[in-house]
């Protein structure tokens, strides 16, 4: 009942830009936490940065001073801003989401993933 679209990656030069949205959609009551996560190949899964409800921000120590997480409520969506992009930061960007239904609860939903390439 609940499903969250990530989109805005794509192939940028080393200290370029851009700006991911992931998107929930479907019958939500409410959306408490919402994060970014990015994998790479051969590696896990880690969380870049993570937005509450009401705004307060964490990001890891990699990306500090470089990208912004926000979030629109109304259009329920969350953005990552990312600046001086470096190759390191090559990796799908996963969308995950804390979600309260009206009749289900999704506390762990994930989006599809959108890749990011930074060339050197």
């Known amino acids: 009942q609940v499903q969250l679209v990530e989109s805005g990656g794509g192939l940028v030069q080393a200290g370029g830009s851009l700006r991911l949205s992931c998107a929930a959609s479907?019958?939500?009551?409410?959306?408490?936490?919402m994060a970014w996560y990015r994998q790479a190949p051969g590696k896990q899964r880690d969380l870049v940065a993570s937005i509450t409800s009401g705004g307060s921000t964490n990001y890891a120590d990699s990306v500090k001073g470089r990208f912004t997480i926000s979030r629109d409520n109304a259009k329920k969506t969350v953005y990552l801003q990312m600046n001086s992009l470096k190759p390191e930061d090559t990796a799908v960007y996963y969308c995950n989401a804390d979600i309260y239904g009206w009749d289900y609860r999704a506390p762990d939903y994930w989006g599809q993933g959108t890749q990011v390439t930074v060339s050197s």
């Open positions: 479907g019958s939500i009551r409410v959306i408490n936490a």
